[in-house]
C-alpha cells in the first residue's frame, strides 16, 4: 500500500489516543494529518489539506446524526476521499444503513477484531462494502434468516396453491381493507361476493378440517403471515 494521508474524527480522547496508536504500529503508511473532535474542526482541517482518507466516528457529541451528515458531505465536496467508519454505535443498525446510503467505503466496529491493516488497505484499494467481523456476523445472519424466509413463502405458495390474486386478498386484509375496498382495486377481477368465497376456500386450504370452525378474517391473516405467504416487510397497497 502507498503513503496516504488521513484524517481522524473522535470525540474521546482515550479512544482516539487509542486509534492514533493503531496507525503508528500496524499502518505505518499512514500520515496523520489532522485529527477532529467536532464538525468545525473538520472542515478547518479539510481547508488547510484534503486528506485521502477520513476515519470517521458517528457518534459526535451525543449525536449520530452528524456523522452521517459529515459522510454525505465529503462525499459530495471531496470525492476522492475515501470514507471509512470507526464507531462505537454497535447496536444501531438503522445508523449502518443510512452511513452506506450517505456513500461511505465500509463501516468497522470497535468490538472484536477492530481496525486492521487490511480494513484500511482494502478501502485504499478502491473496495466497497467494506466490514469487520462483528458487523458481518450481523450481515450474514439477516440473511440467512431473509433466504429462509423466502424459502418458507416458496414453499407455502406451491403447498397451499396459492396464485397472485390469494396473495394480494390476503395482503389487503392484513392492511385493514374490506372486502368491498379490494374489489375496487385496479386490476382486481373480484366483486366483494366472489371474495367473500376465495376467503372461504383460503380458510379451507391454509387450515385442518378440526380448525375450521370460526376462523375470521384476521384469524386466516394471522395463518397467512405465519406461513409467510404474505411478507410482512412489505405490506404496501397496491394502487386503487
Known sequence: ??????????????????TEEIFRS???EAEIIGTAQNEGELWKLFRVEVPDLL???LGLGGSTTVGV??????????????????????LNERLWVEVLNAGADG????TGEMLTHTDVENVMGGKR???????????????????????????????????????RFLRHLALGYTKDMIAQLKGMPFGAKS?????VELINRLFSQSERTGVNATRLVVR????RIIDLDNMKPDDE
Open 26 to 28: 500496524d499502518i505505518p
Open 69 to 90: 451528515d459529515i459522510c454525505r458531505q465529503v462525499r459530495s465536496r471531496y470525492p476522492q476521499t475515501h470514507v471509512l467508519i470507526f464507531t462505537g454505535e454497535i
Open 195 to 199: 371474495l367473500e368465497k376465495r376467503q
Open 55 to 57: 476515519l470517521l466516528d
Open 1 to 18: 500500500m502507498d503513503r496516504f494521508k488521513v484524517i481522524i474524527v473522535e470525540d474521546v480522547k482515550l479512544e482516539l489516543k487509542g
Open 107 to 110: 463501516i468497522i466496529l470497535k
Open 224 to 227: 397467512a403471515l405465519q406461513l
Open 129 to 167: 462494502l467494506v466490514f469487520n467481523q462483528p458487523i458481518l456476523e450481523k450481515i450474514i445472519a439477516r440473511f440467512k434468516k431473509s433466504v429462509v424466509s423466502e424459502a418458507m413463502r416458496g414453499d407455502a405458495v406451491i403447498d397451499y396453491d396459492i396464485d397472485e390474486y390469494d396473495e
